[in-house]
């Protein structure tokens, strides 16, 4: 059988994790820290999946029910 | 709830206001067109159909459609990311056929925006007391409904008020946990096919299959009598179960006609108790914790409903699509696919319970709640354990729950209140942050020395 792979579930949203620049432009638009975002954990399903590190900053694409899609952004945190 | 909105979630509240946005645009924008234009009668997503009337009623020429079509989707790309997707698509949808100026178009486009931007819920505004009071007020007319309800497969899934305070208390395993398995496209088609998956995750166990257990004292063992027209119907025989019993490693184990018999070493009345139970309970096949699957045909495909839930197990099932797999337990969600995957299982799970109620809650309150309850990167129930037990504030937790506990504590470790949240201030009597309160005003002496 073929491994599943948790990203293609319609559960799971797509992820992105960003670049320096990226995180930089966001923090500036909002005007936060990046420990402000809500977190996700190292040991998350999806972390372990696409490598993301403490420290990174996940781009979160959403097929939303109200808004077709939306855009949500989360820090990742050992533990 | 008001507080931990602000502190626990900027992006949770940056989500609540877009989606706040979308809910009361097509609102606020028929409020302004109408006092602007009578044409303009619809929302501002809608007001296309008003529009074309009003364009012939003043004799407007009109451009070919192909190049209205080319200008308003170069113009709609300027917008992409400005207003959500939703919007983008009903304008298209709607402005493409009607026959209107490009100036025309492109002032309902502006239009819309500006109704849109102007919906966005403002700084200070109190989108999580609104949440908990839009959730809360159906919640109090669930109570005098059903509690649990009969559904028409024999599956009894708790819904309702008790399923909403399951979700809300993040519980590991909900109390009627079920799961919900789509069949890959070979499989799906086929009551046969279907057939067979279930039998590859329905639990058997011995108790399933036995007719009779009993225990001889004389022999000192047990005879286990197999149901041969069960068995059968499972796909098992006697040779198979006495093989699994073998595994368990108790004894000598033989096999007579129908009849399994069990010598074990041990003759001890208490352990021999313990045995019976250890062999009635043993799995043949299927999967832990899978009690029953019921198969259901929905839209021309069979669809499996289980009682009992076990995600990680299914998903190495043959024959299931894994990529539609759903479980009701949202814990099990977060661990196998991770925290965002369980937020949607929050919406979905207590959306469909108000829905099916007949409560109607925007969706949005539902959001910002499950937003609330992931922000951590895990399942944080709402309750004393939760979201609302960790917050910053003294007399904040202490007008929650159990007040002197936390004052005491409090008291004895020297803690401080910075009366930095609503319900502080409402304690002490000070303007509380809130609106226009939220703002605060400072001096900076260095420029003003510079003036002087």
Redesign the interface.
């Known amino acids: 059988?073929v491994k599943?792979e948790?990203l293609?579930?319609?559960?799971?949203?797509q992820?992105e994790i960003l670049k320096k620049e990226e995180i930089e432009a966001l923090r500036h638009t909002?005007g936060?820290k990046k420990e402000?975002?809500?977190?996700?954990?190292r040991s998350?399903?999806?972390?372990k999946e696409i490598g993301a590190k403490p420290g990174d900053v996940l781009k979160?694409t959403?097929k939303s029910?109200?808004?077709?899609?939306?855009v949500?952004?989360?820090y990742c945190?050992p533990? | 709830m008001a507080e931990e909105n602000e502190k626990d979630?900027?992006?949770?509240k940056?989500?609540a206001k877009?989606?706040k946005a979308?809910?009361s645009s097509p609102k606020k924008g028929y409020a302004r067109k109408a006092t602007k234009a009578e044409a303009h009668a619809e929302a501002p997503a809608k007001a296309s159909k008003a529009k074309p009337k009003k364009a012939k009623a003043e004799g407007l020429k009109a451009t070919p459609i192909e190049t209205r079509a080319a200008y308003l989707k170069k113009l709609l790309v300027n917008y992409k990311g400005m207003l959500?997707?939703?919007l983008l698509?009903q304008l298209e949808a709607k402005l493409s056929g009607a026959t209107m100026e490009e100036a025309q178009v492109k002032k309902i486009v502006d239009e819309t925006y500006k109704a849109y931007t102007k919906a966005l819920i403002e700084p200070g505004e109190a989108a999580g007391t609104v949440a908990a009071q839009s959730v809360g007020e159906p919640g109090t007319q669930m109570t005098l409904r059903t509690f649990h309800y009969a559904g028409v497969r024999e599956l009894n899934v708790t819904l309702g008020l008790p399923r909403l305070i399951e979700i809300v208390d993040a519980r590991r395993i909900p109390s009627t946990p079920t799961m919900t398995v789509f069949l890959d496209d070979d499989h799906k088609g086929s009551l046969e096919k279907a057939k067979e998956v279930v039998t590859r995750i329905e639990r058997i166990a011995v108790e399933n299959v036995a007719k009779s257990i009993e225990y001889d004292m004389v022999n000192a063992s047990f005879i286990v009598e197999v149901d041969e027209e069960i068995a059968q119907d499972k796909q098992l025989d006697a040779e198979f179960i006495a093989k699994s019993i073998v595994k368990l490693k108790i004894g000598k184990v033989e096999i007579e006609g129908n009849g399994i018999i069990i010598t074990p070493e041990v003759t001890a009345q208490d352990k021999i108790k313990r045995l019976r139970e250890r062999i009635l309970t043993l799995r043949l096949k299927g999967i832990k914790s899978i009690k029953r699957v019921l198969i259901q045909k929905e839209n021309e495909e069979y669809i499996l409903h289980t009682d009992g839930s076990n995600l990680s197990e299914v998903?190495?099932i043959?024959g299931i699509d894994?990529?539609?797999?759903?479980t009701n337990n949202v814990s099990e969600?977060a661990?196998?696919?991770?925290?965002?995957?369980a937020r949607?299982?929050i919406i979905k799970e207590a959306f469909q319970v108000l829905d099916q109620q007949g409560l109607d809650v925007d969706?949005?309150h539902v959001?910002l709640i499950a937003?609330l309850m992931?922000?951590?990167?895990?399942i944080r129930q709402i309750g004393r354990h939760g979201v609302s037990g960790e917050k910053s504030s003294v007399l904040a937790r202490a007008a929650f729950e159990v007040t002197v506990k936390h004052l005491l504590d409090a008291a004895a470790h020297g803690e401080e209140d910075a009366l930095e949240g609503v319900t502080e201030n409402v304690i002490v009597g000070q303007p509380i942050p809130l609106g226009t309160g939220i703002v605060e005003l400072f001096m900076r002496f260095s420029n003003q020395k510079e003036a002087e």
């Open positions: 059988m599943f948790i293609k579930h319609e559960l799971v949203p992820f909002y936060i402000d975002l809500p977190w996700i954990r998350d399903p999806v972390c979160i959403r029910p109200v808004a077709e899609q939306s949500g952004y989360r945190v533990g | 979630t900027l992006a949770g940056a989500t877009a989606a979308k809910k959500p997707d939703n698509t998903l190495k043959k894994p990529n539609r797999v759903y969600i661990e196998v696919l991770g925290i965002e995957a949607a299982a969706m949005r959001i937003d992931t922000s951590t990167g895990r």
